[in-house]
């Protein structure tokens, strides 16, 4: 079946612009996450989802960033006046169920170059 | 705080030689522990997690409570295992799938 599918795959934008990044989940994975990896660094975790709910925004680095989950299915990830440190690739996963030994499933990214 | 260390960047190999990619942690709880891995032009997919006390591709993890380590083996590398590979500990006291990455190790196996 398809996997987690997410658009654009690449965006430049310039700095102070809007972007929205948008993740498709597997169907029926009730959990969903949003990872941010600058160059030279690890993923960082962003935010969680469960259902459309999101328990756990702890990961957003400033009120510039926001997201949603509509239907327990797609989810925009936002990111406001756009920063250059903002450039990163943005990873999108899923899980069947929510628990901390689920497999996630991870979608293949969105390159976003702030310049 | 909460940390993953993957102290080695780079790891070189040649085929058929063991290799071992360390991964140490310090959390609060007892984390979910978990390895991923990106081969080159591929998403990042899990190989292998603690709690299914699985081998993977011939790759074992080992869980060290003292040492708090979880290092990758696998007793004779191919290169196909050339990959960056990334420690990935679950939050340790959520219930949830919150994976703390460490900066990754790329392998590479040479013929």
């Known amino acids: 079946g398809a996997g987690v599918s997410q658009s654009p795959s690449n965006k430049v934008t310039e700095k102070g612009k809007d972007v929205e990044l948008r993740c498709d989940p597997i169907s029926g994975h009730t959990a969903l996450y949003w990872y941010r990896q600058r160059l030279g660094q690890g993923l960082e975790f962003l935010i969680y989802?469960?259902?459309?709910?999101?328990?756990?925004k702890s990961g957003l680095p400033s009120d510039r960033f926001s997201a949603e989950r509509t239907g327990e299915s797609v989810s925009t990830l936002t990111i406001q006046r756009t920063q250059q440190e903002d450039s990163a690739v943005y990873l999108c996963a899923s899980s069947l169920g929510q628990g901390a030994g689920e497999t996630q499933y991870f979608g293949p990214g969105t390159r976003l170059l702030v310049l | 705080a909460q940390r993953v260390t993957q102290p080695e960047k780079l790891l070189s190999v040649f085929k058929g030689a063991p290799v071992e990619l360390k991964c140490n942690y310090s959390?609060?709880?007892?984390?979910?522990l978990f390895w991923y891995v990106q081969y080159s032009r591929q998403r990042l997919q899990l190989l292998l997690r603690?709690?299914s006390r699985e081998s993977i591709k011939g790759f074992t993890a080992d869980l060290n409570k003292g040492e708090t380590s979880f290092h990758l083996k696998k007793p004779f590398a191919q290169e196909e295992d050339s990959a960056m590979y990334y420690c990935?500990?679950?939050?340790?006291?959520?219930?949830?799938?919150?994976?703390?990455f460490g900066q990754g190790t790329i392998l590479t196996v040479h013929p």
């Open positions: 603690h709690i």
């Open positions: 990935a500990p679950n939050a340790g006291g959520t219930s949830y799938g919150k994976l703390t």
């Open positions: 959390y609060s709880g007892s984390p979910e």
């Open positions: 989802f469960q259902g459309n709910s999101a328990p756990d």
